[in-house]
């Protein structure tokens, strides 16, 4: 570990859940089918001087068409944890899936970092292809081309590091341009693995979540995020309930609402 560099404070905030079952989950199925319920997150990285927030969630109205259990605004319960909206600078999007990318509207001050494989992907060939289409809102991604003209969207080739401490890393698979988020905290390097790994299962068992574009790149991205991450105990998969079991909330007026991954699992 780097003591030199610095150590975040860094949230997981719960806004949306759903019912589901395990063979919901996995390519292939599962021979031991049975309910394996979904959660949705944001994530905020916090440093002495500097915010940076991982993701903007979907939209209530998306929630409704799409049939999610909304819980909350994602961008509202910034305040939760004392962070404003309009106080955020630096969005990290992980992908351009419905449940990453929507609400990019309320933060009127922020500057958007995107894989570029990503965005061409999206704006792409494949989008006649309900297959690949059903992941993306087609509102959201016109969004961030508005965006980009507006010179607040920021491009990736690859890996990168956006602060010290706070690096980018592509791990394709799930989508053309995923990427994960590594984050320096006082406990070591934790892997924000965002759709790369949907549960702790997915990653564990070797088996990819359903949603492919490249099923040996999922395979990959799952060597290179472990490679990424001090432990396995390091890694924060995107949409697995235990999450919300396995670490601390900030308060207690905040159970299952909001957790610290800066800090070791209870679990």
């Not at 259990?69 to 969005?91: A, H, K, M, Y």
């Not at 961030?144 to 990168?160: A, H, I, Q, T, W």
């Not at 990819?208 to 924060?236: M, Q």
Request: glycine share 8%; hydrophobic share 40%.
């Amino acid at each position: 570990m780097n003591n030199e560099l610095p150590e975040y404070q860094l949230f997981a905030i719960r806004y949306a859940t759903r019912e589901a079952r395990r063979s919901d989950h996995f390519i292939g199925g599962d021979p031991h089918d049975g309910p394996m319920p979904m959660d949705y997150f944001v994530w905020a990285v916090v440093g002495s001087s500097r915010v940076f927030l991982v993701d903007t969630g979907f939209t209530a109205e998306t929630a409704a068409r799409r049939k999610r259990q909304f819980l909350r605004c994602p961008i509202e319960s910034l305040r939760e944890i004392g962070l404003e909206p309009d106080s955020i600078t630096d969005v990290v999007l992980t992908h351009l899936h419905y449940d990453h990318v929507g609400n990019f509207h309320k933060l009127p001050n922020a500057r958007f970092h995107l894989q570029e494989r990503e965005m061409a992907f999206a704006t792409g060939r494949h989008m006649r292809y309900p297959f690949f289409r059903h992941g993306f809102e087609l509102e959201d991604v016109l969004g961030l081309v508005r965006l980009n003209f507006s010179r607040r969207v920021e491009f990736y080739d690859g890996d990168g590091e956006l602060a010290p401490g706070l690096s980018l890393h592509l791990a394709p698979g799930h989508t053309a341009g995923l990427q994960v988020v590594r984050v320096h905290t006082r406990r070591g390097n934790v892997v924000l693995a965002s759709d790369s790994s949907h549960f702790y299962e997915n990653l564990q068992s070797n088996r990819p979540f359903v949603a492919a574009v490249d099923l040996g790149a999922v395979l990959d991205s799952f060597r290179k995020v472990e490679r990424l991450a001090e432990s396995r105990g390091h890694i924060v998969p995107g949409h697995d309930p235990l999450v919300m079991r396995r670490y601390s909330s900030p308060s207690s007026a905040l159970e299952d609402i909001v957790v610290r991954l800066d800090l070791d699992p209870t679990e």
